[in-house]
C-alpha cells in the first residue's frame, strides 16, 4: 500500500481528520492562510493529506481566534494545536533512516546530550592531541587556525557531517513528498519552486496580504516574521560567508583567520547578528506569547543551536587573538558539529517540509 493511501491511525490524526472535516463544511476561514484552500480541494483525508496540510500550518492561531467553534464549544475546534501535534508526529513519521525515529520524542533533551557530547569530544581531543604548551598560546596570522586542527581533517569532519544532513534530509523529504501527494498531482514545474521560493522567503503568509500573523489575545503581529527573517538570512549569510571563506582558501590561496574588513568575515558578522537576534526573539515569542507547547522542547533545542553556533563563533572572531582562541576554536567546532548532525532530526526538518507543502500548494493552485 502506497504511503498516501494510508488511513488515519493516531488519535492525533483521528482528531485532525474531524477538524478538517467541520472546517470543510464551515469554510470560514479561507481566506486566513493556505491550509484552508489546500483542505477545499479535498472531500476526504487520508494520512499524507492531513501531515500536508499541518506542515503548511505555520502556527499563527488566527483561525483559533477566529473560530467560533473554538473551546468551550462542544465541537472544540483547535486547529493550531492540533496541526502542532501532527506536525510533531510527521517527522518521526517521515525520517531517514527510520530507526531514528525516537529521536522526536523528548526532542529537547536528546539534542542537548547530543550536542555535550560533541563539545566534550572536540576539548578532549583538542586537549588530547596538543601540547598543554599549545592549549593557552598566541596562534595569529593566516594558518591559525589550522595549526590547531589541520585543514584537510576539517573539511573531513564538517564534510561529511554536513554532506550527512543532506542526504538524511533528501530522504525524509522525499518520503512526505510523496506521501502528500493525491490523485490530481503531477511533477512539480519549475514555477511551483519559483512560487515556493517566493512564499518561503518573503514568509509571505506570516504576515502580508491581510493574513496577519495573530498571535494571542487578540494582538496582531508580525513580530515572527521579523525574527524568522533575522533567522533564515542569519543562516544564509553564514552560509555565504562559509562559501566565500572556501573559494579564498581554494582558489586564492588565502588562509583564514581573515581581517576583518574581508568578505567572510563581514558576512559571518551580519550573518551571526541574525542568528543572535532571530533564535532570541523567537524564544521569547515562544514563551511569551504561545499558548501550544507541544513541540516546545523542539523548538528551543533548534534555536537554542543557532544561537549557540553564531555566539560561539562570534566570540571567537574577538578573541582570536588572544590565548583563549584555541579552546574558544573547538567550542565552536564542536556546537557547529552538533548542529550539523542534528539538524535531520530536529526542527529544522520543519522547514523543508514546509517549502514543499508551498511547492505542492503552488502546484494545486
Ligand atoms: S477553524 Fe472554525 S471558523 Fe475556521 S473554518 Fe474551521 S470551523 Fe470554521
Ligand atoms: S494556525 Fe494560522 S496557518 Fe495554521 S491553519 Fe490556522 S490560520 Fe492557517
Redesign the pocket.
Known amino acids: 500500500m502506497n504511503q498516501s493511501d494510508r488511513n488515519v491511525q493516531s488519535t492525533t490524526l483521528k482528531e485532525a481528520h474531524r477538524?478538517m472535516t467541520?472546517?470543510?463544511?464551515?469554510?470560514?476561514?479561507?481566506g486566513?492562510c493556505a491550509v484552508?484552500p489546500a483542505m477545499e480541494k479535498r472531500s476526504s483525508f487520508l494520512e499524507g493529506d492531513l501531515n500536508y496540510l499541518a506542515n503548511l500550518c505555520h502556527d499563527c492561531g488566527a483561525?483559533?481566534s477566529?473560530?467560533?467553534?473554538?473551546p468551550p464549544h462542544e465541537?472544540s475546534?483547535d486547529?493550531p494545536t492540533n496541526f502542532a501535534k501532527v506536525r510533531s508526529e510527521s517527522y518521526e513519521t517521515y525520517v531517514w533512516p527510520g530507526f531514528l525515529a525516537p529521536m522526536f520524542s523528548r526532542n529537547g533533551l536528546k539534542i542537548s546530550l547530543v550536542a555535550a557530547m560533541c563539545l566534550v569530544i572536540f576539548l578532549i581531543g583538542f586537549v588530547g592531541w596538543h601540547d598543554s604548551s599549545d592549549l593557552w598560546s598566541y596562534n595569529t596570522g593566516p594558518g591559525a587556525f589550522y595549526r590547531l586542527m589541520p585543514h584537510h581533517i576539517m573539511v573531513f569532519i564538517f564534510g561529511s557531517a554536513f554532506s550527512y544532513a543532506i542526504i538524511a534530509g533528501l530522504f525524509s523529504a522525499r518520503n512526505f513528498w510523496r506521501d502528500s501527494k493525491n490523485k490530481f498531482n503531477d511533477r512539480p514545474e519549475a514555477r511551483n519552486f519559483w512560487s515556493a521560493t517566493k512564499d518561503a522567503t518573503s514568509l509571505r503568509y506570516l504576515g502580508d496580504e491581510g493574513l496577519i500573523c495573530n498571535i494571542s489575545e487578540n494582538v496582531s503581529s508580525d513580530r515572527r516574521r521579523l525574527y524568522h527573517h533575522f533567522t533564515f538570512y542569519g543562516f544564509f549569510l553564514c552560509f555565504l560567508s562559509t562559501i566565500t571563506a572556501t573559494f579564498y582558501h581554494y582558489l586564492l590561496a588565502r588562509e583564514a583567520p581573515y581581517p576583518w574588513y574581508d568578505i567572510p568575515v563581514i558576512l559571518g558578522i551580519l550573518g551571526g547578528i541574525g542568528l543572535i537576534v532571530g533564535p532570541l526573539g523567537l524564544l521569547w515569542e515562544k514563551f511569551n506569547n504561545r499558548k501550544i507547547k507541544k513541540t516546545l522542547g523542539m523548538d528551543v533545542a533548534f534555536l537554542v543551536m543557532l544561537f549557540l553556533t553564531s555566539l560561539t563563533g562570534i566570540i571567537l572572531l574577538f578573541l582570536r587573538s588572544s590565548p583563549a582562541m584555541g579552546v574558544l576554536l573547538f567550542i565552536h567546532l564542536g556546537i557547529v558539529f552538533s548542529l550539523f548532525i542534528t539538524m535531520p532530526y530536529g526542527k529544522f526538518i520543519h522547514g523543508i517540509y514546509r517549502f514543499l507543502a508551498l511547492v505542492r500548494f503552488s502546484q494545486e493552485r
Request: aromatic content about 22%; overall charge neutral.
Open positions: 477538524l467541520i472546517c470543510n463544511s464551515c469554510r470560514y476561514c479561507e486566513l484552508f483561525c483559533y477566529a473560530c467560533q467553534f473554538a465541537f475546534v486547529v
